[in-house]
């Protein structure tokens, strides 16, 4: 039950730290697992005193135990152990401390950390983190190279080397860390982290040379595993040497199988890609070279054909038929000319035969009505009096009317 407690009715401290040793109590015996991070064992004391850890996440606690216990198995257990404690929270009231009191600790044997890894595994990829339709492409020429090793390490040596020994103006990102103990994954998560924020890396490397089982841990870890998942960054895992395959081998992107593998893997070779460049260059250069004689010899064959070896014969051909065909065509319209002429001289013979001019030739004359012009045709077109007027062949003159004619 809650207390209730005001600022005018407040309990003392060992009020407090009593009541909150009561309420450790009450948790009894518990199994826990952790890393030792410190260990001491002072000559004749009766006490060994212990900080377990756990790996995954920044937090520890004290540990004391009889050194009956752990004399059990003082000649396996040291720092950076992971081992299994059953242990019962204490707290000391006077100091306001806790801890656990050990009654057994037992090795985390290598059998059962495999196991944990595999049990790990399968669930890691039921979630899908390992499915390769996840992998990303790695850039082909990176501009920059996020590197998270171990300071001074060899792989870190490697890696720079083999790669700037290919590709010499690659530059890098490095973040040194921890690669094994308690500070391994907080701070490699935070390094990828980093590196993945960065607006100028392009793929993102974590390697470390080989190692035990126990070393290379840290590359197993859940919180990795996601971290590296996350990341939008390319990332290859360079951990140990071949037979070593920690789970973060099956979340990157790409598995190099050593660090200089992966500096090989990550940054063309120069000399490779110029020889590269060389070589499609002559392919292209002869692949044209070909291109053109097949052109050349299809047009040369297409010349040597008659109607393109002597293309005049043709036009020659035809320009004797045209030239005759003209020759006929000039003989008909002669012909048609000729003949149209003679119609035409007896067509104008026949008309000047049957002219009023040719009849007035004959001595007849055309008499008018001086009056309206009009032609006197019958004798009642006059009475006596009228004037008429008399055209003849040579001219004409005025008449009148004498007497009316019957």
Known sequence: MPLETSPDAPIPVSRVSQLIGGWVSRLGAVWVEGQITQLSRRPGAGVVFLTLRDPSADVSLSVTCYRSVFDAVADLVQEGSRVVVQAKPEWYAPRG???????????????DLLARLELLKRSLAAEGLFAA?????????????????????AAERD??????????????????????????????????????????????????GGGSVEDLLPFSDEALIRAVAEARTPVVSAIGHEPDQPLLDFVADLRASTPTDAAKRVVPDVREELARVHALRDRARLTIESRLRHE?????????????????????????????????ARRTLGHRLDRAETELHHTLARVVALSPAATLERGY????????GAVV????????????RARVAEGEF????????G
């Open 365 to 372: 004359a055309v008499l008018q009505r001086t009056a309206d």
């Open 398 to 405: 005025t008449v009148t009317v004498a007497d009316e004619q």
């Open 133 to 153: 339709e996840r992998k990303r492409p790695l850039p082909f020429l990176p501009h920059c190279v996020g590197l998270v090793t171990g300071r001074a390490s």
């Open 296 to 328: 050349f010899a299809g047009l040369a064959n297409v010349r040597s054909r008659p109607v393109l070896a002597a293309p005049h014969r043709l036009v020659d051909e035809r320009a004797h038929e045209v030239g005759a065909l003209v020759d006929r």
């Open 97 to 111: 401390t806790l801890s656990l009191r050990a009654t057994e600790i037992r090795l985390v044997g290598l059998g």
């Open 377 to 388: 045709r019958a004798p009642g077109d006059v009475t006596a009096g009228d004037t008429l």
């Open 159 to 208: 890696v720079l080397q083999n790669a700037r020994r290919r590709w010499p103006a690659v530059r890098f990102e490095v973040r040194n860390v921890p690669v094994q103990g308690v500070r391994a994954v907080p701070e490699v998560v935070t390094a990828i982290k980093d590196l993945d924020e960065h607006p100028e890396v392009d793929v993102i490397i974590v390697a470390r």
